[in-house]
């Protein structure tokens, strides 16, 4: 089975470990994929970054893991082929495979994969990218103040680029190579500030010894300069895109492009529900520590937003123990509470009654006692055993118990998890072989053919459910002779003073209304309501009214 992440944060520099970083603090459990091809490698150190001035750009990746792994986040190298939703997957969460097979779950994504420079094609630029071809004057400005500095025009915005470099040094030549022709005020202003002025297309670097010497041009001259400012297509790394529904979109400075960024809101919230992004990836002018602070508001983001999430499944809960139950299946007991944790959607509230119990069963090993039904064991004990359907089956107990006494159980419910954990239950119990496990919302689809006990405990839920369509289904499901047995909550339990809010409970004469049998064709065995002992969620002792009713078909 896969792991499972509250986060996985695809992508490991400045971003994704600060991202990580603050989820670590907050106590979730993150996982940094990092394909360990940073954009600034080649770099000698790292600039204006407050108390790291300088530092190589492997090193502080290299302590920035180690931090990350000291709040418990985990890093790992490896390259993301694929990230997409789990497919039918109804709490939203994500599926990120990496280049060796392997694969992880994730109930958010935080992408902080970077960019991608796209040098000028001119021989001999690339193998100087980082050293004397630079970009960033903020990055590497001071490194060659007073130095003789080239910029290549390749665009637009060439005559801005050459007089900001000219604040370094007052030794700046524009080189115009393929850059659109220059107006009059802008040679103006070139002139200003004493920025030569070279015509023609640059063809080739000129080294000397390892070290940039100047710039070969089309007719064979040769124009000296120790440094090479250009301007690069910055494109997002876009790979995984397609798979989550992001596309790219065009980042403009002064009104021309410069490159493609992944659009996100002020917090990196892309258009696509819990995926977040940080760094180059959003912005494509951010400095290593603006990617690292986007990264942490990325990623403070994220963790607010599981905590609504968790909130609001908590709330839902809350209120399924206390005033509904469960759709089918074990009472609620002292031993096995609801659960809480992880949020099981992605969104305000679930879609769907399958999205909700899914995502309830799917953080606790076990949420019920494993304990059949107390109102199952006393009305069925004395049942000849037969073909047996149990409706809302939950963890099986019911199934289980009915299978080990003869019967053959067809037992339903909405959860694929919790039929899943159900049958490990069976096959524990050596009841397998006598129990077909089905899956069915009970609305739009029910378990074909007919039976000599119809079961269906507890059938509420907090969410949308027509429990009387369902329960005249039920009714019609019973073969003759059969019995058809229901029990649901009469009421709050005994500790519950304050309801968190209001719900009615049917009585088992408004249930057997709202089946409408046939006069003549059924008989009421039991309808009444009956106490049993429930413990509150504190552990003191309480009592639950339930209310039973219980019908047999005539043959």
Not at 167 to 183: A, I, K, N, Y
Request: hydrophobic share 45%; glycine share 12%.
């Amino acid at each position: 089975m896969d792991a499972k992440y509250d986060v996985v944060i695809v992508g490991g520099g400045a971003a994704g470990l600060s991202g990580a970083l603050t989820l670590g603090r907050a106590r979730r459990k993150v996982l940094v994929i990092d394909a360990g091809r940073p954009r600034n490698a080649p770099a000698r150190g790292v600039h204006t970054y407050l108390t790291r001035e300088g530092m190589p750009p492997l090193e502080l990746l290299a302590a920035g893991r180690e931090e990350v792994a000291g709040y418990g986040g985990e890093v790992v190298t490896g390259t993301v082929v694929v990230a997409e939703r789990l497919d039918g997957d109804e709490s939203g969460r994500f599926r990120v495979v990496l280049e060796d097979g392997s694969a992880v779950v994730a109930d958010r994504l935080l992408l902080t994969t970077g960019l991608v420079d796209e040098l000028p094609d001119v021989p001999g630029l690339a193998e100087r990218w980082g050293r004397d071809v630079l970009h960033c004057p903020y990055c590497h400005g001071w490194e060659v103040r007073d130095q003789a500095i080239g910029v290549l025009a390749t665009g637009p915005l060439a005559v801005h680029q050459a007089l900001l470099w000219r604040q370094w040094s007052d030794d700046v030549t524009l080189f115009l190579h393929t850059g659109p022709e220059l107006g009059e005020e802008q040679r103006e202003q070139l002139a200003a500030r004493d920025v030569a002025v070279v015509e023609g297309e640059v063809t080739e670097l000129d080294v000397a010894g390892d070290a940039l010497a100047g710039l070969r041009l089309a007719d064979g001259r040769v124009v000296a300069c120790r440094a090479l400012a250009v301007a690069t297509r910055l494109t997002a790394r876009a790979d995984l895109l397609a798979g989550l529904g992001l596309e790219t979109e065009e980042q403009e400075m002064a009104g021309h492009v410069i490159g493609t960024r992944i659009p996100a809101d002020a917090t990196g919230a892309t258009s696509v529900p819990g995926v977040w992004v940080a760094g180059n990836a959003a912005s494509v002018t951010d400095q290593v520590i603006a990617a690292a602070a986007g990264g942490v508001r990325a990623a403070a983001a994220v963790n607010a937003d599981l905590i609504a999430e968790e909130t609001r499944r908590a709330v839902t809960a809350r209120r399924a123990a206390a005033g509904h139950g469960k759709a089918g299946g074990e009472p609620e007991s002292q031993d096995a509470p609801a659960p809480h944790g992880h949020h099981p959607w992605a969104g305000g509230v679930p879609a769907s009654a399958e999205e909700f119990w899914n995502g309830f069963y799917t953080d606790k090993a076990q949420v019920w006692s494993g304990n059949p039904n107390a109102i199952l064991v006393r009305e069925a004990a004395d049942l000849p055993p037969g073909r047996a359907l149990d409706l809302g089956c939950g963890e099986g107990a019911d199934a289980v118990w009915l299978a080990g006494r003869g019967w053959r159980v067809t037992a339903t419910d909405i959860s694929q998890v919790a039929l899943d954990r159900a049958a490990g239950h069976a096959k524990a119990a050596e009841a397998a072989d006598r129990i077909d496990w089905q899956r069915h919302d009970l609305e739009t689809s029910f378990p074909e053919g007919s039976y000599d006990l119809v079961s269906a405990h507890y059938l509420h839920s907090p969410v949308d459910l027509p429990r009387e369509k369902i329960l005249r289904a039920a009714a019609a499901a019973v073969a003759p002779g059969g019995v058809l047995l229901i029990a649901g909550h009469a009421g709050w339990p005994s500790w519950e003073e304050n309801p968190p809010f209001d719900a009615h409970f049917p009585t088992p004469q408004e249930v057997l209304d709202a089946m409408e049998l046939a006069e003549g064709e059924w008989e009421v065995l039991r309808s009444e309501e009956v106490e049993r002992p429930q413990s509150a969620p504190d552990g003191r002792p309480g009592t639950r009214m339930d209310n039973v009713l219980k019908v047999r078909r005539l043959p």
